[in-house]
């Protein structure tokens, strides 16, 4: 019986996650405030998470703490929080917007994971110079990530791919040559002095604010899991070098945030470059109707629309640019008003060698 009601439960909590794919259809409601109320909830979760990280290695004796028990009271707090998200009556996009938002303190567990792993290997045959170009490298990769962020937040609603894989290629240069390692260092088994424990708080609390405000700038334009993941690769990559920078380039957060906001609401940036494409040929095809028409009437008994049909087109465009042309040129009589007073071509006079 047991054994049942656990399963129940198991399944009820995959329903859940599953469920906030199939609800809202394509419809945001960016003007309820009820949508933004698992911004808080995403950035609560980010800094508990955080919070936990050090409180579990400050309240456990030196000798007694444990990476895996920091990392599973970490996540375990997490999954808490944002088990689901918080709603303020029918507000439509809630769960569209939750499923982007709830991976950001995994994210960031995640790389306190990555963090541990780089001094998990220490060489005793360690030099001053090997560490040097190390840090160098480290720190000019972070600086390229935050600059693959802000072109990412001049613009977040672009379909370019391009800070994505600017950002990409800067990680796997920080994983192929990680920065130096240090002996019994790293966030989840060494407890950090008063001052770096606020860093990292604030750095849990600024990166969670970039991410909520990327997802929400760049919200998915579809329901699905496909879209969610987009948005999620995206908002992760232009948001997680304020874990990596230096404490003297965290402050650059707040003006990537104001970046955001400033290019989301501009008159440009109102809809994808997909969207807007697919709406501008659309309008275009209604408004050209009757020409496309014109077009397929020359190919009634011809191929298709196609290369051929184009050259055909072309030709009998030529033919009659040229019969204008030569009419015009003879001096012959051969305009004469019609009785909404405009002007019409006699090519028969024309086309009589006496005529004139």
């Not at 998200?85 to 569209?96: C, D, I, L």
């Not at 780089?118 to 000019?140: K, L």
């Not at 600059?147 to 800070?163: H, K, N």
Request: charged share 15%; net charge neutral.
């Amino acid at each position: 019986m047991l054994r049942k009601n656990n399963g129940m439960r198991l399944g009820s909590f995959a329903r859940d996650i599953v469920s906030s794919h199939g609800d809202d259809g394509k419809t945001i409601d960016f003007t309820a405030a009820g949508l933004y109320l698992p911004a808080a909830q995403t950035v609560f979760a980010t800094v508990t998470s955080s919070v936990v990280s050090i409180l579990a290695c400050w309240l456990i004796p030196v000798g007694a703490i444990s990476a895996v028990r920091t990392l599973a009271l970490t996540v375990t707090s997490g999954i808490i929080i944002v088990r689901k998200p918080v709603k303020v009556g029918n507000t439509k996009g809630v769960n569209t917007i939750f499923a982007a938002l709830r991976p950001c303190c995994f994210i960031y567990t995640a790389c306190l994971v990555l963090e541990q792993l780089v001094h998990t290997c220490v060489s005793q045959e360690y030099t001053y110079e090997h560490g040097f170009w190390r840090r160098i490298i480290y720190h000019t990769c972070m600086t390229i990530m935050t600059i693959a962020s802000f072109m990412r937040s001049t613009s977040p609603r672009a379909e370019s791919d391009l800070p994505f894989l600017v950002s990409s290629g800067a990680m796997l240069a920080v994983a192929l040559l990680p920065p130096p390692a240090l002996a019994l260092s790293g966030p989840l088994c060494s407890p950090p002095t008063l001052l770096c424990a606020g860093e990292r708080i604030m750095r849990s609390f600024l990166f969670a604010c970039v991410y909520v405000v990327l997802v929400y700038s760049a919200a998915p334009i579809s329901n699905n899991l496909a879209d969610t993941l987009v948005c999620i690769a995206r908002s992760a990559t232009a948001s997680c070098w304020v874990l990596g920078a230096v404490v003297y380039s965290i402050p650059l957060s707040l003006v990537q945030v104001c970046v955001i906001l400033y290019c989301s609401f501009s008159s440009t940036s109102m809809q994808y470059d997909g969207v807007g494409m697919t709406i501008d040929v659309e309008s275009a095809s209604a408004d050209d109707s009757e020409p496309l028409e014109s077009v397929s009437d020359v190919n009634d008994h011809g191929p298709p629309l196609g290369v051929h049909a184009t050259v055909q087109v072309e030709e009998v465009d030529r033919e009659i640019v040229s019969a204008v042309a030569a009419t015009i040129a003879r001096k012959t009589a051969c305009f004469k008003p019609v009785n909404g007073g405009g002007l019409t071509f006699n090519l028969s006079s024309v086309a009589q060698p006496g005529a004139e």
